[in-house]
């Protein structure tokens, strides 16, 4: 009988079909003794005789290995994390034929075996292998197929290597030149992506390459001459959409191919940044998301600027390209010059260790205006104007103060779980939360969902630090900015990816009487702790406690009609101790929002206020929540209703902030 094994036959057949009938013909060819003991070998192998396994192990690799030999155009796969045992099958079938099909057509992406030096530019990288070799050399031999060590170079046509990448946080670094005056803004204006090959290396690590074509305008100007685009590879880990961040296609050393764009005649410096967002369904969709960063900067003189692209969604589940269309830009702020035309931008991928500014940024008013307290130093800069960053009368603290006449309730009893709470149902705290955890682990551990309430494990919990229920009490994990705003004053961006649902930083003041503040005229770093307006949200968006725990806030029979047009008893005071968050803005469409956390205790008149990121959130972009402020809220020491136009540039902007 004629075995077709091509990959379309195997397409149609499936290999398992095609190794079974392979092995049966052979069997046939031999005498019915030899096929009896090897069948009982077989038999008894299969109740996991360790003896016979091996035996069976041998038998199987003479069989495979006549396989390959009759073959010729098989694709032999050796999986070396399974070294020296055949289970090349397995892992073939961890294959889509039809991606095997193509990696067979698209041999110089393996040919040169260069790819493995792409694992340098993620200092987080773990490198995993799987080679592909276009068949085996025929000799009869024990193992099914050869390791990788002894197969020459030249003889390894098919090399694959996936990266999994964890998140990482610092894809961008602003790099300030000595010829700082030429600096410009550049965005991207368009940006295509195609999928060249995409390997599956297992059923959560893919490799990909695209190419990426970029359409860059600088100052807004089409008329800069072609700008030539340098990329290469990207890698994507396959994970929750939700976590699209995928990593910098960051590179120095190993740029695989390069593309030149052309300036967009209808190219204008001010076009919005685009958010690579990933809905629920989108996520059962099993979509792919990429993003990598690209650094847009002069020629020898240096003039220079950031640029981040974020292009490119996959469909998985065949495997093949769907249109890139996320694009997002990023522009340095900087002095505008009409120069830019002598500049031949070249973009270059950034990358964590090669492109670290070297010198203090143009600009920076501080290094670290937490002086060393939060694990990442956040800068304040100011390229905005000549005004200095008022330090005097403002204390940075990490965690919240509690004013002398505020009593805070008894720590809560906590859960019993040792060393990290694992199971819901069993973790008292978790109990509080619908016995759910509230948060996910991906990223470093993300909010499922705004909750009325979010109970956390508090002082009294059996749990450790890295209990998933501790998630906003880690301090602050991304890269943070102060910068100068034209017309909010200061404000905070984000120099990292933060995906929907991260916590970014808990509003840290003075905690204080609400009803003492009314002896304080202008005091703009107030935050009411109002759960219960928080959970009502502005504007008469449906009350919502009622899905609060009620039995285990502790004063929650204090939610009754009208409670709600109660003042907050409690509020904290960022105006002379604080953490970042007092610089926050407001806006009307905003990328955060104000979860109420209890951990310590369950008095949610004292809850602390952590902000979360409401989506997911690019590089550079200023971080706001909705103060939520009732309109004509805001009365002066004069009696008179305050008046603070809003200037968040909101499309859908109510004008006030109060
Ligand atoms: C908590 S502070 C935020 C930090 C503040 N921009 C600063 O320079 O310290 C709140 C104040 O910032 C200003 N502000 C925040 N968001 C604003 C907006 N969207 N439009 C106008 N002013 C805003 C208002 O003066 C507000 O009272």
Redesign the pocket.
């Known amino acids: 009988m004629k075995i077709d094994c091509s990959i379309d036959a195997l397409l149609q057949d499936g290999l398992l079909y095609n190794i079974l009938l392979n092995r049966a013909q052979l069997l046939l060819k031999r005498t019915p003794f030899i096929q009896f003991s090897l069948l009982s070998i077989y038999i008894i192998q299969c109740v996991s005789c360790l003896f016979c396994r091996a035996l069976f192990h041998f038998y199987w690799c003479s069989i495979h290995n006549a396989y390959y030999q009759r073959r010729e155009n098989f694709l032999c796969i050796h999986n070396p994390r399974d070294s020296g045992r055949c289970s090349s099958h397995s892992f073939f079938f961890s294959l889509k034929i039809d991606l095997l099909q193509n990696l067979m057509d698209s041999k110089q992406l393996f040919t040169d075996g260069e790819i493995q030096s792409q694992a340098s530019p993620t200092t987080t990288a773990r490198v995993k292998r799987a080679v592909l070799l276009d068949k085996c050399s025929g000799q009869r031999q024990r193992r099914c197929s050869p390791r990788l060590k002894d197969i020459p170079q030249s003889k390894r046509p098919y090399y694959g290597t996936s990266l999994k990448v964890s998140r990482q946080q610092q894809l961008l670094h602003q790099q300030h030149h000595d010829d700082d005056d030429h600096a410009f803004h550049a965005g991207v204006q368009d940006a295509d992506c195609n999928l060249n090959h995409v390997i599956q290396v297992n059923d959560v690590d893919v490799d990909v390459d695209v190419d990426v074509d970029v359409d860059v305008n600088v100052n807004g100007e089409p008329t800069i001459p072609a700008t030539k685009l340098e990329y290469k590879s990207a890698y994507v880990e396959k994970g929750d959409p939700l976590d699209e961040i995928i990593q910098n296609a960051a590179g120095g050393d190993s740029v695989n191919d390069s593309g030149t764009t052309s300036l967009d005649d209808t190219s204008s410096a001010g076009n919005e940044a685009g958010d690579l967002q990933c809905t629920p369904a989108e996520a059962s969709n099993n979509n792919w998301l990429q993003s990598y960063s690209l650094s847009l900067r002069g020629d020898g003189k240096s003039s220079h600027a950031l640029v981040k692209a974020t292009t490119g969604t996959f469909d998985a589940h065949h495997l093949q390209p769907v249109q890139g269309e996320q694009i997002m830009q990023n522009k340095e702020e900087g002095n505008l010059q009409n120069n830019t035309r002598d500049l031949n931008p070249t973009v270059f991928f950034t990358k964590k260790h090669t492109l670290v500014a070297s010198r203090k940024l143009r600009g920076m008013l501080l290094v670290d205006i937490s002086g060393g307290q939060e694990e990442i130093k956040i800068p304040v800069i100011n390229l905005v104007d000549d005004t200095p960053f008022a330090a005097t009368g403002f204390t940075y603290s990490r965690s919240i103060q509690v004013a002398e006449n505020v009593d805070l309730p008894p720590n809560a009893d906590g859960c019993r779980c040792k060393g990290n709470c694992i199971h819901p149902k069993y973790c008292a705290c978790a109990r509080l939360n619908d016995s759910k955890f509230p948060y996910v682990r991906h990223n470093g551990g993300r909010l499922r969902k705004a909750k009325d309430v979010v109970f956390e494990c508090g002082p009294n919990c059996g749990c450790g630090p890295d209990c998933i229920n501790r998630i906003s009490q880690r301090g602050i994990k991304y890269q943070l900015e102060v910068f100068r705003?034209l017309?909010?004053?200061?404000?905070v961006r984000t120099k990292d990816f933060i995906p929907s649902g991260a916590p970014v930083c808990e509003y840290v003041g003075i905690l204080r009487r609400t009803d003492e503040l009314d002896k304080v005229d202008v005091n703009?770093?107030i935050f009411e702790i109002d759960c219960l307006h928080t959970m009502k949200g502005i504007e008469g968006r449906e009350r919502r406690f009622g899905a609060v725990s009620t039995s285990l806030c502790d004063n929650i029979e204090k939610i009754e009609d009208g409670y709600l047009e109660k003042t907050p008893e409690f509020c904290i005071d960022?105006n002379h101790i604080g953490n970042v968050s007092?610089?926050?803005?407001?806006?009307?469409e905003p990328n955060l929002f104000v979860q109420c956390i209890l951990s310590t205790h369950h008095d949610f008149r004292l809850a602390r206020i952590v902000l979360f990121a409401a989506r997911s959130i690019s590089p550079w972009q200023e971080l706001?929540y909705d103060?939520g402020y009732p309109l004509g809220s805001v009365i002066g020491s004069d009696g008179e209703v305050k008046v603070?136009?809003?200037?968040?540039g909101a499309e859908d902007c109510r004008k006030r902030?109060y």
């Open positions: 705003t017309d909010r004053g200061w404000a703009d770093y960022a007092r610089f926050v803005n407001h806006s009307c706001t103060y603070q136009p809003c200037y968040c902030l």
